[in-house]
């Protein structure tokens, strides 16, 4: 196999990487959610308990639970993927950027991540290896 072949392999599995990343990002950003919302894994709120649902951070926690679980399966990955960057924005311009300019200094590293990891999502899409791809697929199938 020659270099050009490699690459050119390489690159036809970028949509299939994209699906991966999906995944694997959507995996790890539920467990903020839920972790919020019903101390699963661990509890991560002051005081060790969970969030009122009502509160920002309880709103924020059911976007990060559900929105997550959307985004895992690939289901409205565009929309979901567009309001969940949204809450990462507001997470870290409201949460994060008053305690100063560095994201790592204000660890507001993850929500500056995911802010623009869901940005790209929108934009791209959920990848071959989703629920988004499925019924798009069998509705072509369908006008056949």
Not at 3 to 30: E, H, T
Not at 44 to 58: D, Y
Request: hydrophobic share 55%; net charge positive.
């Amino acid at each position: 196999m020659n270099d050009s072949s490699l690459v050119a392999r390489w690159r036809s599995l970028a949509p299939y990487l994209l699906s991966i990343a999906r995944v694997m990002a959507a995996f790890l950003f539920m467990q903020v959610g839920t972790a919020k919302l019903i101390a699963f894994p661990a509890a991560i709120m002051p005081g060790g308990g969970t969030a009122p649902i009502a509160s920002l951070v309880g709103i924020a926690g059911v976007l990060e639970t559900f929105g997550g679980l959307l985004l895992l399966a690939g289901l409205f990955t565009r929309p979901v993927a567009f309001l969940l960057s949204g809450e990462m924005a507001v997470a870290y311009f409201y949460g994060h950027a008053p305690q100063g300019f560095w994201p790592v200094l204000n660890m507001g590293t993850d929500a500056v991540f995911y802010c623009f990891l869901w940005l790209y999502v929108s934009a791209a899409g959920a990848g071959p290896w989703s629920l988004d791809h499925l019924i798009a697929s069998r509705a072509r199938w369908v006008d056949r």
